[in-house]
Protein backbone atom coordinates (compact mmCIF):
# COMPACT_ATOMS: atom_id res chain seq x y z
CA UNK A 1 0.00 0.00 0.00
CA UNK A 2 1.32 3.58 -0.61
CA UNK A 3 0.56 4.34 2.98
CA UNK A 4 3.27 1.93 3.72
CA UNK A 5 5.84 3.72 2.57
CA UNK A 6 7.34 7.41 2.70
CA UNK A 7 9.48 9.62 0.59
CA UNK A 8 11.68 11.66 0.95
CA UNK A 9 13.74 14.29 -1.17
CA UNK A 10 17.27 14.58 -0.25
CA UNK A 11 18.00 18.10 -0.36
CA UNK A 12 21.43 19.67 -0.28
CA UNK A 13 23.11 22.82 -0.57
CA UNK A 14 21.88 24.86 -3.34
CA UNK A 15 18.79 21.95 -3.51
CA UNK A 16 15.28 22.51 -3.51
CA UNK A 17 12.64 19.63 -2.37
CA UNK A 18 12.38 20.58 -6.65
CA UNK A 19 15.37 19.96 -7.29
CA UNK A 20 16.94 17.22 -5.07
CA UNK A 21 20.27 15.49 -5.44
CA UNK A 22 18.62 12.09 -4.75
CA UNK A 23 15.10 10.39 -3.43
CA UNK A 24 15.32 7.90 -0.16
CA UNK A 25 11.76 5.96 1.08
CA UNK A 26 11.01 3.98 3.83
CA UNK A 27 9.02 1.00 3.55
CA UNK A 28 6.70 -0.11 6.94
CA UNK A 29 6.92 -3.75 7.11
CA UNK A 30 6.45 -6.30 9.68
CA UNK A 31 10.34 -6.18 10.50
CA UNK A 32 9.92 -2.55 11.41
CA UNK A 33 11.04 0.13 8.81
CA UNK A 34 13.37 -0.45 5.61
CA UNK A 35 14.88 2.71 4.01
CA UNK A 36 16.38 2.78 0.89
CA UNK A 37 17.86 5.67 -1.84
CA UNK A 38 17.66 5.52 -5.57
CA UNK A 39 20.91 4.75 -7.45
CA UNK A 40 22.15 5.95 -10.46
CA UNK A 41 21.54 2.59 -12.21
CA UNK A 42 17.74 3.54 -10.90
CA UNK A 43 17.27 0.73 -8.60
CA UNK A 44 16.62 1.19 -4.73
CA UNK A 45 19.31 -0.27 -2.54
CA UNK A 46 19.62 -0.17 1.22
CA UNK A 47 20.58 3.03 2.68
CA UNK A 48 21.15 5.30 5.88
CA UNK A 49 20.22 8.33 4.77
CA UNK A 50 17.05 8.68 6.73
CA UNK A 51 18.23 7.46 10.21
CA UNK A 52 20.92 9.42 9.46
CA UNK A 53 19.26 12.25 9.19
CA UNK A 54 16.69 11.46 12.11
CA UNK A 55 20.04 11.85 14.55
CA UNK A 56 21.28 14.59 12.82
CA UNK A 57 24.60 12.79 11.56
CA UNK A 58 24.18 13.54 7.74
CA UNK A 59 24.60 17.36 5.94
CA UNK A 60 21.59 17.09 3.66
CA UNK A 61 18.36 17.73 4.71
CA UNK A 62 15.26 15.43 4.08
CA UNK A 63 11.83 16.52 2.93
CA UNK A 64 9.33 14.09 2.38
CA UNK A 65 7.06 13.91 -0.38
CA UNK A 66 4.35 12.63 -1.95
CA UNK A 67 4.71 9.30 -3.89
CA UNK A 68 3.23 11.61 -7.28
CA UNK A 69 6.36 13.57 -6.90
CA UNK A 70 8.55 11.07 -6.13
CA UNK A 71 7.22 9.23 -9.39
CA UNK A 72 8.16 12.71 -11.37
CA UNK A 73 11.49 13.03 -9.66
CA UNK A 74 12.40 9.58 -10.57
CA UNK A 75 11.37 10.25 -14.21
CA UNK A 76 13.63 13.37 -13.92
CA UNK A 77 16.47 11.05 -12.74
CA UNK A 78 15.77 8.82 -15.63
CA UNK A 79 15.99 11.52 -18.23
CA UNK A 80 18.97 13.05 -17.18
CA UNK A 81 20.81 9.47 -15.92
CA UNK A 82 19.40 7.47 -18.86
CA UNK A 83 17.87 4.21 -18.92
CA UNK A 84 19.75 1.00 -16.99
CA UNK A 85 21.58 -0.49 -19.40
Known amino acids: MADDVKYYAIVSSGRTAQTPSGIARRKLTADGPFDEALRRDLTWQPDSA ?9 GADLVEISEAEAERLIEGFRQKWGEPG
Open 50 to 58: IVEWEYGDV
